[in-house]
């Protein structure tokens, strides 16, 4: 298995952050692409978000794990769905509120859980001692599948938006799928929730011991 020196490669060189930076240029293109040109939005969201996969195999496969990378590979995630939201939010104005919500609440659990993550000193973000968190990060299938359920949810929505699709007693093919993956996306909310009260519970304790020290 390859295995690269860290010392033999710059960090901004490294296989996955590379990956990253195409991920960013597609899901740009994306935002440039949502209001008018469906189809290449699509396209090129989806291959951004596919190659979320690759980056992780390649920080495996190559030993080039990084803070930069991590972070880099979070934020791509939370602005690429938040630049999608912010879309939708003009598709679907009666809906204004529940997708700015579900925005706020995903930018802000994963920031505070990444930022937890860091001032703890753990070497990655999907390492924690909270259950359900556990098994979000440790079981990749239930990962994967949350994380694609989701995607589709906010995908599905946009495409029915310009393509609904046939219709059966006044419901769309597309808007009867954004119905069935709907719930993943409820889901993966409720565990947003998880991952912003846990990072805020870590951070407290991390304050804790800081004043006990002080104290001493």
Same mark, same amino acid.
């Given at each position: 298995m390859p295995n690269s020196s860290p010392s033999s490669i710059p960090v901004w060189l490294f296989y996955p952050n590379l990956i990253g930076y195409a991920r960013i240029v597609l899901a740009l293109l994306s935002m440039w +692409?949502? /209001?008018? #040109? /469906?189809?290449? %939005?699509?396209? #090129? !969201?989806s291959v951004s978000a596919a190659l979320d996969a690759f980056d992780g195999w390649a920080a495996r496969t190559f030993n080039q794990s990084s803070r930069l990378g991590?972070?880099?590979?979070q934020l791509t995630d939370r602005c690429a769905l938040l630049s999608l939201v912010?879309?939708?939010?003009?598709? !679907? /104005? $009666? !809906?204004?509120?529940?997708f700015q919500f579900s925005a706020? *609440?995903?930018?802000?659990?994963? +920031?505070?859980?990444l930022h937890a993550t860091d001032l703890s000193g753990k070497n990655t973000h999907k390492q924690s001692s909270n259950a359900i968190l556990n098994l979000y990060y440790t079981s990749r299938p239930f990962l994967g599948f949350m994380c694609a359920g989701n995607e589709a949810f906010y995908l599905l929505m946009y495409i029915a938006a310009f393509f609904p699709g046939p219709s059966l007693f006044s419901i769309s093919l597309m808007g009867f799928l954004s119905f069935l993956a709907? /719930?993943?996306?409820? *889901?993966? $909310? %409720?565990? #947003?929730?998880?991952?912003l009260c846990t990072a805020a519970?870590?951070?407290?304790?991390?304050?804790? =011991?800081? =004043? %006990? *020290?002080? $104290?001493q």
């Open positions: +692409w949502f /209001p008018s #040109s /469906p189809g290449k %939005a699509m396209l #090129s !969201y991590a972070m880099l590979d912010m879309t939708l939010c003009v598709l !679907y /104005p $009666s !809906y204004q509120f529940f706020v *609440l995903d930018m802000s659990s994963h +920031w505070l859980h709907f /719930p993943i996306a409820l *889901l993966k $909310s %409720a565990i #947003s929730v998880v991952h519970v870590d951070v407290v304790e991390m304050d804790e =011991r800081a =004043r %006990a *020290l002080k $104290s």
